[in-house]
């Protein structure tokens, strides 16, 4: 089940994203995740209690991205992901040697680096 909170810390808004997010449930949980940008001039997105996710998540991440772009915003995606998430971001073509990588059209989203789960890899900035 996915749910979607919305915090504030230190005058900045943080979106944390739990459960399973795939596409049966994102549109579902587009409007709330959209609300998160009202406003906000840069909002950071916490995924590191997200326990699955399929392709869709990742372009689900990019429109949001682009939206936030369009308001004049940015969204960070803070360094904890969890390796579920590494990992199907690798298998799906949605992350390189410099983190998560949406083909260079990034829009308004500002990524983590992902390295390879194979490799025992970690997450950074």
Excluded: K, N, Y
């Excluded at 709330?32 to 209690?49: I, R, Y």
């Excluded at 360094?79 to 990034?106: I, N, Y």
């Amino acid at each position: 089940m996915a749910e979607v909170s919305i915090q504030t810390t230190q005058g900045r808004p943080i979106l944390t994203m739990t459960g399973e997010w795939t596409f049966d449930v994102l549109a579902e949980h587009r409007e709330a995740v959209c609300h998160a940008l009202d406003g906000a001039q840069q909002l950071t997105v916490d995924l590191s209690g997200v326990t699955r996710v399929d392709a869709a998540f990742f372009q689900f991440l990019h429109a949001l991205g682009r939206e936030a772009e369009g308001r004049g915003a940015v969204v960070e995606l803070a360094p904890e992901v969890p390796q579920e998430v590494r990992g199907v971001a690798l298998v799906c073509g949605f992350a390189g040697p410099d983190g998560l990588d949406f083909g260079g059209a990034r829009g308004g989203l500002t990524l983590p680096r992902i390295e390879s789960a194979e490799a025992g890899g970690t997450h950074g900035g």
